[in-house]
């Protein structure tokens, strides 16, 4: 008896160590095919690059003159290989370029575009040289993933956080919604970003004008602004959110530039503007023109009544886009 359960208990043990074996080498072949899918990838989208900066050097050789007509048809194939290169953070902003063809000016656009373009392919094959924050905004720039998970684990930021603008844009049958935030004790600012396919609700966040007391996790990256909200505890009663002085812009952006060249929009919280028909100013002369997009800010002007007021503004290259404004009693308009 005793030696028939010894046996039995020694067949188990067996079969345990086996099943754990097994269960290790599984382990061990999965984790070897998702590094020899990430190598593959990386191989990949370094050939991809490699091919984008061969095309720019052939585009600025040949001349940009016939770019309305061939453009276009010349992206939209570019973007495609790009994608097949798995870098579709590239192929979007390639997709984009037919945006500038309708400005006066687009042949200055379309160089500076080509430029961004070229910096971050070389960016990308220099990475191992690059401070680690900035490789990560390459990486993202280029389009590898950052899962939430890996977010949400890094130090979160309290703050009471005032909702200062929300924009929705459309993209590839995707509605994309962009919330800014602004943070009244760290003075950081913040975008949370959320996607439904058209036609679809998106998800709900406190509108423009309330301010939220919560943790904020930042995306990695040089200039960090994307960030998903770790913890929400409720609605602060808070008023006006603090803001820039119009004098200090122009320094704000370079520091933003300076960490992420790419960066194509930032939000703004303006105190004491002044709105004029193409601008906003201040009481010392400084002013920031809008983006030609905006048009005569009838509403805005009409809001200040020709007095200061605080605005919020997401900044592009191309001029401000007034977001909302808070008037003399504290009421919230979005613009």
Known sequence: MEERWGGAATRNTGDAEAGRGRTGAEGGDRAAARRTQAEQRESRVAAGLSELERWLADQIGQGIAQARQTGPADWDDLARRLVDAQAPGVAGTVTRLSRVLGAEDWPGLLLGEYALLHLLAVAHRRAPALPE?????????????????????????????????????????????????????????????????????????????????????????????????????????????????????????????????????????????????????????????????????????????????????????????????WNEDGGVVRL
């Open 133 to 325: 924050p900035l490789r990560q905004t390459v990486r993202a720039r280029v389009g590898f993933p950052v899962t939430r998970e890996s977010v949400l684990a890094t130090p979160a930021v309290p703050d009471h956080w005032d909702v200062v603008g929300c924009r929705d844009e459309e993209q590839d049958r995707l509605v994309a919604r962009r919330v800014w935030l602004a943070g009244r004790t760290t003075g950081r600012l913040a975008m949370v970003l959320s996607f439904a396919p058209a036609g679809q609700p998106l998800e709900s966040f406190p509108p423009p004008g309330t301010t939220i007391d919560a943790d904020l996790a930042f995306y990695p990256g040089a200039s960090p602004l994307r960030a998903l909200v770790a913890a929400r505890r409720g609605l602060v009663d808070a008023g006006p959110p603090p803001g820039t002085k119009v004098s200090q812009v122009p320094a704000l952006i370079a520091e933003v530039l300076a960490a992420d060249p790419w960066t194509d929009s930032w939000p703004l919280v303006l105190d004491g503007a002044v709105p004029c028909p193409d601008g906003l100013a201040d009481d010392e002369g400084n002013a920031l023109p809008l983006h030609p997009s905006a048009g005569v800010p009838w509403r805005l002007l009409a809001v200040s009544g020709g007095r200061p007021v605080t605005v919020a503004a997401e900044w592009t290259p191309r001029g401000l886009l007034p977001l909302t404004a």
